[in-house]
């Protein structure tokens, strides 16, 4: 988790999401997927919450937040954020997604486990990370897991940096699905990847029942620059349309990021 800690603290998280036309597509879809699953009468729990961009989203709506993240940096900008914001529905603290311990059994309603899958490389901090976010959960609750996709990344790195054209790195991002920061291919920091059907595989060995399975910024990280360049009307008109698409299963796959959201079982 070191590796992790240290390599956020030397990145700006706060304007990911916002950065670009394409970079919104992740977070207006996942907005737009969760809709129908959050009430405002809803108590939310977000794990890994980087600097807060869907914990403060969801506290302005009404709801009561719990925003944690892995990062102390992280935990500092959330906190000054809320205290310029006078927010006092949102509460955050320290948390590692693997061990919630300070968190009661059956506390939340929604689980927003948004980014802790991007970086369990191990097989048994992954399982621990579901198994926890699960626990908190009460029964019937909705749990909405992000993970990155491995197409998306090999057909990104492929012609964006020849090192990466390598067989030995390709058939890593495919048969291991991680890469660390010390082996010799890295591009980011210690990071874990799945097609959709891998983590769905993965997820159904645990209580909770699928619901969604879909593409939150689909062909737009791969297109940037066409996205970027539409003028906004323009924009509306591709947004609504990969609104429509992002559940469409042949596209998934390609998308950078991608969102499974499941309910707990009774």
Not at 48 to 67: D, I, L, M
Not at 171 to 176: A, G, H, I, M, N
């Amino acid at each position: 988790m070191e590796t992790i800690i240290n390599y956020y603290n030397k990145y700006d998280e706060e304007p990911r999401l916002m950065r670009t036309k394409a970079n919104t597509l992740e977070f207006e879809t996942t907005k737009y997927l969760l809709k129908d699953y959050i009430k405002e009468s809803d108590t939310i729990l977000e794990t890994g919450a980087g600097t807060g961009r869907y914990s403060f989203y969801y506290a302005n709506e009404g709801n009561c937040v719990t925003a944690t993240d892995l990062v102390p940096r992280h935990i500092e900008i959330m906190k000054n954020k809320a205290l310029e914001k006078k927010m006092n529905n949102l509460t955050i603290g320290l948390a590692n997604a693997t061990n919630l311990e300070e968190y009661a059994d059956e506390s939340f309603d929604v689980v927003l486990c948004l980014g802790p899958m991007y970086h369990l490389t191990a097989m048994e901090d992954r399982e621990n990370c579901i198994k926890e976010n699960l626990r908190v959960l009460k029964p019937g609750g909705i749990l909405a897991v992000a993970y990155i996709n491995k197409h998306y990344i090999l057909s990104n790195l492929l012609f964006e940096d020849k090192k990466f054209l390598n067989n030995s790195f390709i058939d890593k991002v495919l048969t291991k699905g991680y890469l660390s920061e010390n082996d010799g291919f890295n591009f980011w920091t210690d990071s874990c990847y799945f097609t959709p059907r891998e983590i769905e595989e993965f997820l159904v060995k645990f209580s909770i029942n699928k619901l969604e399975n879909a593409a939150t910024d689909g062909l737009g990280r791969l297109l940037p620059e066409k996205v970027n360049n539409l003028t906004d009307q323009e924009f509306e008109i591709y947004k609504n349309y990969h609104f429509k698409s992002c559940r469409e299963e042949s596209l998934v796959g390609y998308s950078n990021h991608a969102l499974y959201i499941g309910r707990k079982s009774l």
